[in-house]
């Protein structure tokens, strides 16, 4: 999951620093510079603060939320040499405008007054803006209605925004559905079920992992065919082991 976050937020960040600029300042992503300007009228700050207002649309920032968040923060602060100081600064803004979902409208207008000549890059701030949303696998009515009235304002057309919804629909369900495709074959190979609990699964876990240990096996006198395919199957077994107390926990 956090290999998918990092691509995705990699890809964002190329869009938002691609010509990335404020009111009379300009940035050379190829050069770190120091920025003395207002973030609240910024391109990283106003993406920051439409973040915001997307991740607090549903009552509540998730964990996969908060990550993305922060990953977001670090990549966006960057470019800049004095990188800490406006990394606090962005991360402030975002607290400050979780309060309220009042100045929503306001804010997309100031990022199209920004991009008005750039829709790519306005429709990769949306995508962003979407896959925040769908991150926890619940896109909910007030996260659509946020999503909505903010690519309206930045002029996104109807068919680019419906567009945007299917692919992470169908992404985040077949990401779902290999989650637990990948949780059925766990409790398989543990020769386990769900309604078994840690303690059961510990039990049949232990036993499995000394049937398996090639350190035994050697010491028995097993073939060296044997003691590599028990090897495989040791490390299959832990792994297995590995996605239960995770979805247990």
Request: proline letters at 1%.
């Amino acid at each position: 999951m956090k290999f998918i976050i990092f691509l995705i937020v990699a890809f964002a960040f190329y869009m938002l620093t691609r010509n990335y600029k404020s009111d009379g300042y300009n940035i050379n992503v190829d050069a770190k510079q120091k920025f003395n300007g207002n973030l609240e009228d910024h391109e990283a700050g106003l993406l920051i603060s439409l973040m915001a207002k997307v991740a607090k649309a549903d009552g509540h920032v998730s964990e996969l939320e908060a990550e993305l968040l922060s990953n977001t923060l670090t990549q966006l602060s960057s470019v800049f040499e004095n990188q800490t100081e406006v990394r606090q600064k962005l991360k402030e803004i975002y607290k400050r405008e979780l309060k309220s979902f009042e100045n929503t409208i306001i804010l997309a207008q100031k990022y199209m007054k920004l991009t008005k000549n750039d829709y790519p890059k306005r429709l990769a701030t949306l995508e962003y803006l979407l896959n925040l949303a769908f991150i926890d696998n619940e896109f909910t009515n007030e996260e659509r209605m946020i999503c909505e009235d903010i690519a309206n304002t930045l002029g996104i057309k109807e068919s680019d925004f419906e567009n945007i919804i299917s692919k992470f629909r169908t992404f985040y369900a077949n990401r779902y559905n290999n989650q637990v495709n990948t949780l059925q074959n766990a409790y398989e190979i543990l020769g386990a079920s769900k309604s078994d609990d840690m303690a059961t699964i510990k039990t049949k876990y232990k036993k499995l992992v000394r049937q398996n240990h090639p350190d035994l096996l050697m010491g028995k006198g097993a073939s060296q065919s044997i003691i590599e395919k028990a090897t495989a199957k040791l490390q299959e077994i832990n792994e297995a082991y590995e996605i239960i107390k995770k979805s247990k926990a």
